[in-house]
Each structure stands twice: as structure tokens, then as C-alpha cells.
């Protein structure tokens, strides 16, 4: 597989309990309302995160393991957990596995010295500095609904916004992602 092969979409089986759990440490973030959306193609990638350097490309050319084949069912969070970590993580990983050396923790606190109780779901960083490069939460399928503005957000989403806005000061991390198994929601604070 390589980096810019696309996934085979998952099926997704109808749950009506799609809702994120309100954190109320997170209750006094603002709301995300400056948003600019991009839809999933190549081009909209480079505007988010810039133009591929040279080590990027040589990554990008190398075939790493191969995602799973045939879709997968997802349902629940444990469901977006495991294709994240098959169809995401694994294949991320490989691709920074040298310079530089990217590592990822699950269900962990902050890196280093930090008053901060709370865990967040996944953390990628870069060693040996532990540079925090994205930290992310896990949710329901369903909970990032495919319309995301201002003017249209519910109170759900609200909810994750702010979630994701204190994760983002508590780790001092500016990139924030969200996945449900079925979008992924990047935020760059």
C-alpha cells in the first residue's frame, strides 16, 4: 500500500447512539466558529499542511503493509478505534519508522510535567525531542457530521469542538483530529 492510496470506505451499521459525552473541564473553551472546509482531495491536503517537501516524497514512495481489502463494519467506538489504528496508525507509522522517528501513545496524558488529569486518545510526537505533532479523540460513527459550519452546528458538535479546542491547550499541541470511523476532523488552532 502506498500513502496516497485510498481506503476501502467501511460500512457503517445504523446506531442511534451517536453523541460524544460532555467533558465539563472543556465547558469553558470556545466553540469552534472560524472554519474554514476542505473537501478530501489532494489539493485541499497541500492548502492545509503545505506542499510536500523532498523527504516527503521519497516517504510517500515507499509501499508499506497492505490495509484491509474488504470493508470493514463499524458501529461503535471500539469499531473506530481498531480502524484507526489498522487503516490510519499502522500505516502512518510505517512511514516514520526513520528521520524523523515519529511514536504514538494511546489513552495518555501529556507529555512531560503537566497538572492536567485528563487523557486523551491518541498523541503522535517525534522523538527524541517528544514534539508533540497531533493529538486525537475516538468517537462514535456518526458524531462528525458532514456538514461543519458555524452557522449549522448543533450543540453535539459544539460539545466536540470545545473538547477538542481543551485538548489542544491542555497538550499544547495546535493539531487536534477526531475520527468516528467514518470522517476525520482535522483542526489546526
Given at each position: ?60 514512495a ?52 503537566s ?65 468516528d ?8 488552532l
Amino acid at each position: 500500500m502506498f500513502l496516497e492510496q485510498d481506503i476501502i470506505a467501511p460500512l457503517l451499521v445504523q446506531n442511534t447512539a451517536a453523541h460524544t459525552s460532555v467533558k465539563p473541564w472543556a465547558q469553558a473553551f470556545n466553540d469552534l466558529t472560524n472554519l474554514t472546509l476542505h473537501p478530501s482531495t489532494k489539493y485541499a491536503f497541500d492548502i492545509v499542511f503545505g506542499p510536500m517537501l523532498l523527504d516527503d516524497t521519497t516517504r510517500i514512495a515507499q509501499a508499506v503493509a497492505q490495509a484491509p481489502l474488504t470493508a470493514e463494519f463499524v458501529k461503535n467506538e471500539a469499531d473506530a478505534v481498531r480502524l484507526f489504528h489498522t487503516q490510519i496508525s499502522l500505516i502512518i507509522m510505517q512511514y516514520f519508522s526513520s528521520m524523523p522517528v515519529v511514536k504514538q501513545l494511546d489513552q495518555s496524558g501529556p507529555l512531560g510535567n503537566s497538572s492536567f488529569g485528563g487523557f486523551v486518545d491518541t498523541q503522535f510526537f517525534q522523538v527524541p525531542t517528544q514534539e508533540l505533532l497531533a493529538i486525537g479523540e475516538h468517537k462514535t460513527p456518526g458524531v462528525i457530521g458532514s456538514e461543519w459550519s458555524p452557522a449549522r452546528q448543533t450543540a453535539e458538535m459544539q460539545d466536540l469542538g470545545r473538547e477538542l479546542r481543551a485538548y489542544a491547550y491542555h497538550y499544547k499541541c495546535p493539531q487536534v483530529f477526531c475520527y468516528d470511523g467514518v470522517r476525520m476532523l482535522i483542526v489546526r488552532l
